[in-house]
């Protein structure tokens, strides 16, 4: 597909914002300290490994290290089996019974679904209103991520889930430390998060009890391999281990996600000519029909949009390792008890990397542009690499890439006046929401 004509252009988003990459501030002062000190940075027992080749390090040795005690401030909403705090044989047998429903031709299935929820948030904005997109395509994918994994019945229940898992995740977006302390004294926010835990395990315990006793409805795959699974030794998951998955893949699923695509909304209408671009591809491969299973290779430059996103804005904006064993990376002694944390938006950003970094130029995944780049797991990172490797990234991916080719397809849109900034400890997200205005 030829680039639009720089006279088809419009301005679409406040002079302010033209061009303009958002930057995070704890992010910016890793990259400085990355400058200034190389690869390795300590803060008393925070130890930061930045760059491709501390990331390569910590790919490449997973004996090392520990995710429980990295990620146990998720317990609280995740449970004390989850994948994300499992080490070992436990993690590696977890895995093996939750993989098979994420599976990429698994995924293709689901587009229908992504599409129909996309359309059902999209069509309902009228010419001339103003909305906060983050925050409508953060229940679009909720929804969308609840019916794709657990059918039509737990979706029907997505606001439910929405309003509790809301209360856990607040408590969760803080220091681990910060969320030891609110164990410890028991605080309003605490007990509020607990009887929100208490609820969507009553939710999903009948749920369970219901599938133990053969009754899945025809769209439950995921609940259904959860629960029925057996690993090569003929062991299946307990009722919690059953539990923690759910929650773990509801949260996990829509938090990282919906951040992403606000990013991608707002890089798309503040970087000159990509919505238009983006918005004739999907007229030229789609029409006005949702993507199916052959569509989404032919959509190259919305592909290149999804990437350029999670590089710019990755929503782990860095992610955390506990130091089981010590040893020695740059010259520097990492000790065993030190918590070791890497970052993806350190890396996405470094100019010996990319050219113009701070650049949002989704070509510059494509094969037919000069800069295309062959990346390594180490230089592009958004859902890291190892053992631990995001398990949904093709889930989140394909929606991103279906709900943006829905609201491409279905609605012109600008930016309006307003304090666009980063928040994050779970996601990088827009901390006040995106507001868009829709057009005629
Ligand atoms: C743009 C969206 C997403 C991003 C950026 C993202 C990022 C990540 C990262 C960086 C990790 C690894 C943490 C580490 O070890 O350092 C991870 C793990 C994980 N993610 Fe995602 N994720 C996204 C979407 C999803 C979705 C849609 C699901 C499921 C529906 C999901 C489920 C999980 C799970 C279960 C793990 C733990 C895997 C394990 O420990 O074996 N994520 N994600």
Redesign the pocket.
Same mark, same amino acid.
């Given at each position: 597909m030829d680039p639009v004509p720089e006279s088809a252009h419009t301005a679409r988003a406040v002079a302010r914002w033209s061009g303009h990459t958002v930057s995070y501030p704890p992010g910016e002062i890793l990259l400085a300290a990355y400058r200034r000190r190389g690869p390795v940075t300590g803060i008393g027992r925070y130890v930061y490994l930045l760059g491709p080749e501390a990331n390569r390090f910590v790919f490449a040795h997973s004996e090392l290290f520990r995710?429980r005690e990295a990620f146990e401030g998720l317990i609280p909403v995740d449970g004390s089996t989850s #994948?994300?705090v %499992?080490d070992g044989s436990a993690?590696r047998r977890r +895995?093996r019974l939750v993989q098979p429903a #994420?599976h990429h031709r698994q995924v293709e299935s689901y587009l229908e679904i992504m599409a129909d929820n996309a359309d059902a948030t999209v069509d309902e904005w009228r010419p001339g209103q103003r909305v906060d997109l983050y925050r409508q395509f953060r229940s679009a994918i909720r929804r969308s *991520?609840i019916e794709s994994?657990f059918g039509r019945r737990l979706a029907a229940e997505s606001a439910f889930f929405g309003a509790q898992l809301q209360a856990l995740l607040d408590l969760v977006d803080h220091l681990p430390q910060v969320v030891t302390w609110q164990r410890r004294l028991r605080t309003r926010q605490w007990r509020r998060a607990m009887r929100a835990r208490a609820r969507v395990d009553e939710r999903i315990a009948s749920e369970i009890s219901r599938a133990r006793s053969g009754s899945i409805d025809d769209d439950d795959h995921v609940l259904a391999s959860l629960v029925h699974g057996r690993d090569e030794t003929g062991d299946g998951l307990s009722d919690e281990e059953v539990r923690d998955q759910v929650v773990?893949?509801i949260a996990? $699923?829509f938090e *990282? *996600?919906s951040a =992403?695509a606000a990013w991608a909304v707002y890089a798309m209408l503040t970087t000159p000519g990509v919505w238009e671009r983006a918005a004739a591809e999907v007229s030229e491969v789609l029409g006005d029909r949702p993507p199916g299973r052959q569509d989404l290779a032919r959509l190259t430059y919305l592909d290149g949009v999804v990437h350029e996103t #999670?590089r710019l804005y /990755? /929503? @782990?904006v860095v %992610? @955390?390792r506990k130091v089981a064993t010590g040893f020695e990376f740059g010259g520097r002694e990492v000790r065993a008890g030190s918590m070791l944390l890497y970052s993806p938006y350190v890396t996405h950003r470094l100019p010996e990397l990319w050219s113009e970094p701070l650049r949002f130029r989704p070509e510059r995944w494509m094969t037919t542009d000069p800069d295309h780049p062959k990346r390594g797991l180490h230089e592009y990172l /958004?859902?890291?690499a190892g @053992?631990? +490797?995001?398990? $949904? =990234?093709t #889930? @989140?991916t394909t929606?991103?890439t279906v709900m943006l080719a829905r609201l491409l397809a279905r609605r012109d849109l600008c930016l309006p006046e307003q304090d666009i900034r980063p928040t994050s400890f779970a996601a990088m997200r827009p901390k006040h929401g995106l507001l868009v205005d829709i057009c005629e």
């Open positions: 995710w #994948l994300i %499992s993690h +895995r #994420l *991520t994994l773990t893949l996990a $699923g *990282t *996600t =992403a #999670l /990755p /929503p @782990a %992610s @955390a /958004p859902f890291s @053992a631990h +490797r995001c398990i $949904g =990234a #889930l @989140a929606e991103l």
